[in-house]
């Protein structure tokens, strides 16, 4: 079982196109870890601009919330 | 405003990306994705990084410990609960500290870089040796707590000088903001400089350290854990 974890980013983010979320696995060096798999990333955000089938592309899929 | 959440759910290796589109804006609430190390090379510790368009890391979340080959996690990331984590038993410590385990060569009468070779621990994702083994690169703006100690080469002859530079290296002709200048003991036995000391930083900028002595001959510095630089992050501001 997965151990759960619960970790802080800054607050009031406000970022613009090009601007980049990455996930990854880190050694204490800083270099990535070679067989580390991700899977299930979720980014819950506002998108102030609306527009939001443009969030999603590639293997990105968009889930609306139940009020949209 | 509705909340949309964006979704990859297949399984990929890490690094995994997603770059906002063109003509888009996000305000972010909540991060989450499950790690598997079940195949993992090494321990590891899951990471957020947030680059700027031209690829440069600008901002880098990571849990507050590694996780060893084999285990997998389930992270979330949310904003404002402090860089690096927090659990109902522990404070998380957002800093840095490298060491230099190896000896370096100081000329006489030079300005010269120190360097380091291992990192001790850097929940703060400051440290990159392989990039650049001098400096220390701030992720979080804020109130530091800059640290540095080295031992040198047993010599009793005149001046030895430790010092940390913000944006600039001792070796160019930066100017230190702290420093520790002391003569050399007498009598056999190491002399060591250090500090400890203040210091704001925002984003971007980096910390880094210089040496000099004037013995009239090349000295060793380093080749043991008590020679270290370390940064620990006291609080934004």
């Known amino acids: ?20 979320f990455r996930i990854t696995a880190l050694d204490t060096t800083g270099a ?21 089938d443009t969030l999603a592309y590639g293997p990105f899929m968009l889930v609306l919330g139940p009020d949209a | ?53 031209g690829g440069h890391v600008m901002f880098s979340a990571p849990a507050q410990t590694s996780y060893p080959a084999g285990a997998s996690v389930d992270v979330n990331w949310f904003p404002g609960l402090g860089v690096g984590g927090t659990s109902a038993s522990s404070v998380a410590v957002v800093g840095t500290r490298i060491e230099m385990h190896a000896s370096q060569s100081i000329n006489n009468a030079t300005n010269t870089n120190l360097t380091y070779d291992t990192v001790a621990f850097d929940t703060a994702g400051m440290a990159n040796l392989g990039a650049d083994n001098r400096k220390l690169t701030v992720q979080v703006s804020g109130l530091y707590m800059v640290c540095i100690e080295r ?25 230190l903001f702290a420093d520790d200048a002391r003569l050399a003991i007498t009598g056999g036995g190491q002399t060591t400089n250090g500090l400890a000391t203040i210091q704001q930083a925002v984003v971007g900028d980096f910390f880094a350290s210089g040496a000099n002595q004037d013995s009239g001959v090349a000295l060793t510095s380093g080749g043991g854990s008590s020679e270290y630089f370390s940064a620990i992050l006291l609080g934004t501001l």
């Open chain 1, 1 to 20: 079982m997965a151990q759960k974890v619960v970790v802080g980013m800054p607050q009031d983010l406000d970022l613009p196109d090009g601007w980049t």
């Open chain 1, 32 to 52: 990535v870890v070679s067989g580390v798999k991700v899977s299930n990333l979720d980014i819950i955000a506002d998108a102030p601009l609306g527009n939001v």
């Open chain 2, 1 to 53: 405003m509705t909340d949309i959440a964006i979704r990859a759910t297949a399984t990929a290796s890490v690094p995994r990306d997603y770059t906002i589109p063109g003509a888009q804006e996000l305000l972010p609430k909540v991060i989450s994705a499950s790690l598997d190390g079940s195949a993992a090379a090494t321990a590891y510790i899951p990471t957020l990084q947030i680059l700027e368009p």
């Open chain 2, 151 to 175: 031992a040198w080469q047993v010599n009793a002859t005149n001046r030895r000088l430790v010092g940390l530079t913000q944006n600039s290296l001792y070796g160019s002709g930066g100017s």
